[in-house]
């Protein structure tokens, strides 16, 4: 009775494994197969992913197409007709306040800017309004009428520019000439770089017109820079006597 015992054990044991092994077998079966079932489910919701965008690509493409507008060569003429009747008016409005910002001279000098940057955009206006428009021959007639009067404009620009150019070239001189004769004694050379210095200022003031903006300012200037000039000049002579 034994070894039958035995061998019944040993059966049991065998179909124990077995059934183990069966149920792991199924159980890597069932893993593959939900893999399977996630790349299945990934792979359907990247299809409909692309589909939704070609979908919107063409919904904007329709709406898109439903914004252009064609425009006839009738209404096109039209459109730059009224376009450019009023880029004329504009034109007239601005070329009338640059010469009103001028009206009254002398000016300052970023008064004299604002006039010509107004008169320019004026002909930019006048120069951009096409050939085929009823105001075309009127835009070329005031063309030539603003550009003399830009010219005219530029050259009261380049004077007050240069003027005053010279008034702040001569306190720069003005200031170096008094600095270097500051606490004396000082040798001779100094006190003839300091003449040197004043004579120079005194000659640009003396260059800048009657009619700049700048001129009250430099008739001003000009008779203290003459006081200082002698005053340097008389020592600069006394220093000589002494040596």
């Known amino acids: 009775m034994e070894p039958d015992r035995l061998l019944s054990e ?10 183990l092994n069966q149920i792991n077998t199924e159980q890597k079966e069932e893993q593959v197969s939900e893999k399977n079932i996630f790349s299945q489910k990934s792979l359907i919701i990247l299809l409909i992913s692309i589909l939704m965008v070609e979908v919107g690509i063409v919904v904007y493409a329709l709406q898109a197409s439903q914004n252009i507008v064609i425009v006839s060569p009738e209404e096109k003429a039209l459109l730059e007709q009224q376009q450019a009747e009023a880029d004329i ?18 000016l300052s000098l970023a008064t004299w800017e604002e006039a ?7 002909i930019k206006l006048l120069e951009e309004i096409p050939k085929g428009t ?8 005031l063309l030539q009428t603003y550009r003399q009067d830009y010219q005219n404009l530029r050259e009261q620009l380049i004077l007050e520019k240069t003027a005053t150019s010279k008034l702040v070239a001569a306190q ?32 640009l003031l003396q260059e800048i017109p009657q009619d700049a903006f700048v001129a009250p300012e430099a008739v001003e200037k000009l008779d203290l820079y003459r006081i200082n000039y002698q005053a340097v000049t008389t020592r600069l002579e006394r220093q000589k006597e002494s040596n």
């Open 116 to 122: 010509e940057t107004e008169l320019l955009e004026s």
């Open 89 to 106: 008016k504009e034109a007239k409005r601005l070329s009338l306040e640059s010469k009103r910002t001028i009206k009254y001279p002398p």
């Open 134 to 141: 009823t105001v075309k021959k009127e835009a070329n007639k």
């Open 172 to 203: 720069k001189l003005a200031i170096e000439a008094s600095v270097i004769v500051q606490n004396p004694p000082h040798p001779t050379e100094v006190w003839q770089e300091a003449q040197g210095k004043w004579q120079e200022a005194i000659s």
């Open 10 to 19: 040993l059966e049991k044991s065998l179909d124990s494994q077995e059934l």
